[in-house]
């Protein structure tokens, strides 16, 4: 009984030592977010969570369905899954940040962590995960477009939102795929509006540089 209560106490101390430092990162995700620090600052400061933050990166964000519950049961079960997203991608030896905002939970993956070279792929994996897991829930993913400045977290945060407001009929929706017409039907959102301009329009989004202005002609 003494070795069993031992054993017990050990992985019980493991496990709360691994969630505290996963937490620990997320707060480091939510100053990464609230652009607090340098790009230099920052990627100094990654070092410490074990992530190269000069790597390109794509920003998640995860709803899922919420039933008519309590508050009490809703925390419950963010926990779970908070837990399981913790335990999945540390299984897979994928050292990711993991934090929430809105009742959502939001992923930072850089390119180095990507088993798969799309992005998609790698998340339909993840989604699958959840399913099984708990398989009455709705999950639905919203996913940025490649991130190459970390000081930009914040815009592909936005846009991974609203690729999630655009998750009514699928379960998984890049910024990519939206185009010009998703952004506008999503709401009257300025700001999402010119991020799928740049995106769909690239260097002729510089409407005043001559050259441009010629193109345009």
Known sequence: DRFANAVSLILLNEKTSFESFERMKGNFLDQILASQFSASDLINKGKYTGLDL??????????????????????????KILETTFRYFN??????????????????????????????????VFWDHLMGKYPKS????GISKEGFDITA????YEEAVIALRMAT???????QSLGIVGV?????????????AE????PLNKFKEPKVLELLK
Do not use: C, W
């Open 153 to 156: 977290v914040a815009t592909h």
């Open 91 to 124: 299984e897979n030896k994928q050292n990711i940040l993991v934090s929430q905002r809105d009742g959502n939970l939001i992923l930072f993956v850089s390119k180095e962590m990507e088993k798969n070279s799309n992005i998609y792929n790698e998340m339909k």
């Open 54 to 79: 000069s790597q390109p990166y794509h920003v998640i964000v995860i709803d899922y369905k919420k039933r008519k519950i309590t508050l009490e049961e809703e925390f419950l079960k963010q926990e």
């Open 184 to 196: 506008l039907i999503s709401g009257k959102n300025i700001t999402g509006i010119k991020m799928v």
């Open 199 to 202: 995106q769909e329009l690239g």
């Open 138 to 141: 709705d999950f639905k993913f």
């Open 169 to 175: 009929g699928q379960k998984i929706v890049l910024f």
